[in-house]
């Protein structure tokens, strides 16, 4: 992954000193309870447990020959440990290192894109607050549809993103399981209470039937899941692009001084970061394609999804991690031009009281058939006449006597559409009394 898109933490989880750290500690792990066993005697695990270490360019360096990873792994660390060495690895196939530690790295992975979850959630309640009162166009099809408000929209994300939270963790529990089964599965060189305990020492459970590697389901849920939430993120990105437009002008994304936004021309300030988000999504949700065709393994076991998983692994939590950040930093700092969300407004001329005036007159006794003509001549007229809506309403010769001016002006009430917008927030969970 291109270093612009990889933050510290999450490159240091995907790192190959990682990655053989948390093999060293699963064959630690195996040792130890072979050792309270008896199986390994006293002076031989107290070499182990005092020398056991590796060499990433060694491992390299053997791995050009043996062209196995965990073969090169191992040899490395038995050049630390010298003879008691030959009690590593005893009855374990590969997988059961590879298979295990990819688990804990997807784990130390999740920690953090858990954090970045949270932050945004906060971010979009805290939006949602600030802006709950702030009316603007609600839109359907692109087209004016009825008032909402800015808040309303952004506690709509808000919640979509609490939902993401529900999901991820489902998808972490399925990845929380390693196997220490051997190469078929059937502890023909070891016992599952071995695995159980193994595990439980690194913070695993068993996965409760395997072959040689844990089933791949597991894994295209938990990419699939990252592929959702990336999903989400390009939704409220291209919503908030939408709203950058200059002939919408709602919304701009922060610009710092400094910041250039064309080679060619001085005036522009792009929303950069919103268009990077909707192209960097666009990666995890195919890498999900993979991780679905990592599923159908031959038999026992085949190698065809180690290749896969070397880059969509990384990759994907790489990314979901710079994306996560870059929207959260992109919403701290959004520009929100409330004027022009009520200048808007105007551009439909008040046709958008459209369903409201329909209601008062079934209310009345017309039938809807005859209201719903009557109703959509006098907003298509207004719009085509630049006429506000309420001054068709009030020389219309079918309405004018049938309403007062008071009744009237109750029905061009903005109020009326945002009247549940507390309820709504409530029904969030939001104290806003």
């Known amino acids: 992954m291109d270093d612009r898109y990889t933050l510290d933490k999450m490159k240091k989880v995907w790192s190959y000193e990682n990655r053989f750290r948390k093999w060293l500690l699963i064959e630690l792990s195996i040792c130890r309870v072979r050792h309270k066993r008896g199986e390994i005697p006293n002076d ?19 791995e050009a020959e043996t062209k196995h990873e965990p073969i090169a792994f191992l040899t490395s660390v038995n050049e630390f440990v010298g003879p008691a060495g030959r009690f590593i690895h005893v009855g374990v196939t590969s997988s059961d290192i590879m298979d295990t530690g990819l688990s804990m790295q997807t784990l130390d992975a999740c920690e953090i894109v858990r954090d970045d979850l949270k932050q945004i959630y ?15 166009m609600g839109r359907s099809h692109g087209v004016h549809a009825e008032p909402i408000t800015f808040g309303l929209k952004m506690l709509l994300f808000a919640e979509e993103f609490k939902r993401n939270m529900q999901r991820f963790e489902d998808a972490v529990k399925m990845m929380r399981v390693g196997k220490i089964s051997g190469v078929v599965g059937t502890f023909a060189f070891l016992d599952p209470e071995l695995e159980l305990e193994a595990l439980k020492q690194i913070g695993l459970e068993a ?19 990252l592929a959702v939430i990336a999903g989400s993120l390009d939704k409220l990105a291209v919503e908030l692009r939408h709203m950058v437009w200059t002939e919408v002008g709602e919304a701009a994304e922060g610009f710092t001084k400094g910041q250039k936004g064309s080679s060619a021309m ?21 890498n999900a394609q993979a991780a679905y065709e990592n599923q159908t393994l031959w038999a026992e076991r085949d190698i065809s999804h180690s290749s896969v998983e070397r880059v969509i692994f990384p990759d994907s939590f790489i990314l979901m991690n710079y994306l996560l950040n870059r ?13 022009r969300m009520i200048k808007n407004m ?9 369903q409201r005036l329909l209601l008062e007159l079934t209310a009345k006794g017309w039938s809807r058939e005859d209201a719903y003509p009557l109703v959509q001549k006098l907003a298509h007229s207004a719009v085509a006449e630049k006429i506000n809506f309420e001054i068709k309403v009030r020389e219309s010769d079918e309405l004018k006597e049938l309403f007062t001016s008071d009744e009237i002006d109750d029905i061009f009430d903005y109020g009326y559409f945002t009247r549940h917008v507390n309820a709504i927030f409530k029904r969030a969970g939001l104290n806003v009394d």
Do not use: C, W
């Open 346 to 354: 105007e551009h439909s001329y008040g046709a958008f009281f459209s």
């Open 266 to 286: 001085p005036h522009k300030k792009n929303p950069i970061s919103l268009e990077n988000i909707s192209g960097l999504t666009r990666i995890i949700r195919a």
């Open 327 to 339: 929207m959260n930093n992109v919403l701290e700092n959004l520009v929100v031009y409330g004027d």
């Open 207 to 225: 996965a409760t039937v395997s072959n040689q590697v844990i089933q791949r389901d597991r894994h295209a849920q938990m990419i699939s899941t």
């Open 44 to 62: 031989a695990m107290r070499d182990i447990e005092q020398k056991a270490d590796f060499d990433i360019n060694r491992i390299k360096e053997i």
């Open 122 to 136: 906060k971010t979009l309640i805290n939006l949602a607050l600030k802006y709950k009162d702030q009316l603007q």
